[in-house]
């Protein structure tokens, strides 16, 4: 399966960024935990693709994701979600990241575009400034009213 190979640490996080600098590609990043994946994730991370030519994703880990949606979260695990991620088409790279914000990460990769969902604020977005002092850019993506983890977790209680 080719699309495990998306699927990176960050050994070899710096190789990938090397290569995608050399081509002069727009490297385009976001987070998640993506527990459920659904239509709203879908069409968010499609509209993320959009603004460059590299994708890449970073998932909270199963404990990260406990300690911020609380004790029953993650209901898919960590490597099942990233299997999931790098599946897609559109998303190039998948990485996970072990702590509450992935700042460390996006301090490591500085993208030329930062998104988040319409739920964020440019304020609220971590890591904004890092990627605005760099000259690069934030989006945020209208949110999709409807699809969220945490209702489809809570349809099915």
Do not use: W
Request: charged content about 30%; some cysteine.
């Amino acid at each position: 399966m080719k699309f495990r190979k998306k699927i990176i640490t960050e050994d070899v996080l710096a190789q990938y960024l090397s290569f995608y600098r050399f081509k002069d590609y727009k490297v385009v990043f976001t987070n998640g935990c993506f527990d459920v994946l659904h239509r709203g994730h879908i069409e968010y991370l499609a509209r993320a693709a959009e603004f460059g030519d590299v994708l890449i994703v970073a998932v909270n880990s199963d404990n990260s994701v406990r300690k911020l949606k609380g004790e029953g979260r993650p209901v898919n695990n960590e490597e099942d979600r990233m299997l999931l991620l790098a599946s897609l088409g559109f998303v190039d790279n998948v990485i996970l990241f072990d702590e509450e914000t992935p700042e460390r990460l996006i301090r490591k990769i500085v993208p030329d575009v930062l998104v988040k969902g319409g739920d964020y604020t440019k304020d609220k977005i971590v890591g904004a400034n890092i990627v605005e002092q760099k000259g690069g850019k934030v989006e945020i993506i209208k949110y999709i009213s409807g699809y969220s983890s945490t209702a489809i977790i809570d349809k099915q209680k």
